[in-house]
């Protein structure tokens, strides 16, 4: 990757760290949880909740995606703790296979609701982890955290075609 150094690439590049994209992330996933629990014991809010749900499959999985592809074997060289990326990955399978069966489930179905409990504590024990053990030794390494932060993002553009239909799918929806 080519290092650029104009003031106004400086200036990009301070808006791009990858744990401040990362973090920005969570919170938005944190929020459509909150979103859905809000929900659950409204009656008729079936429709609603299978929205959100997709929304939350939607960004976790294009989350995850940029995580496995850019930062986590930029982070295996930056950080060396083996054992800390070794369970992101396990982390990270197990939220896929909850995304995929929520993914192929409808709000009516049994246990629906408790998946998505299960799947959102899965996924706050994940960013906390992220976010006080791998994140600050990422910040005392030497990581190049705007260049990664921008291949996060260039990543997440050229995959974001699944996210956006699956909004504007949500979006659609909510106006029928």
């Known amino acids: 990757m080519t290092q650029k150094k104009s003031g106004a690439t400086n200036?990009?590049?301070?808006?791009?760290?990858?744990?401040?994209?990362?973090?920005?992330?969570?919170d938005r996933v944190k929020k459509l949880f909150e979103e859905f629990e809000e929900l659950k014991?409204?009656?008729?809010?079936?429709?609603?909740?299978?929205?959100?749900?997709?929304q939350i499959c939607a960004e976790l999985t294009l989350h995850a995606q940029a995580e496995e592809a850019?930062?986590?074997?930029?982070?295996?060289?930056?950080?060396?703790?083996?054992?800390?990326m070794d369970e992101a990955d396990v982390e990270h399978a197990?939220?896929?296979?909850?995304?995929?069966?929520?993914?192929?489930?409808?709000p009516d179905d049994d246990h629906y609701d408790a998946k998505v409990t299960v799947l959102s504590e899965y996924i706050t024990?994940?960013?906390e982890e992220e976010e006080t053990e791998m994140f600050p030794k990422i910040e005392k390494s030497d990581m190049n955290r705007q260049e990664v932060g921008e291949e996060v993002k260039q990543f997440k553009e050229e995959h974001e075609e699944d996210l956006e239909s699956i909004n504007s799918n949500a979006d659609g929806k909510k106006g029928a």
């Open 41 to 54: 014991e409204k009656k008729n809010s079936n429709k609603k909740k299978g929205e959100i749900v997709q």
């Open 94 to 106: 197990g939220a896929k296979d909850l995304i995929a069966q929520l993914e192929a489930m409808s």
């Open 11 to 26: 200036k990009r590049n301070s808006d791009s760290d990858v744990l401040k994209l990362l973090k920005a992330d969570h």
């Open 125 to 127: 024990h994940h960013v």
């Open 70 to 84: 850019v930062l986590y074997p930029a982070a295996r060289e930056a950080i060396d703790d083996e054992d800390l």
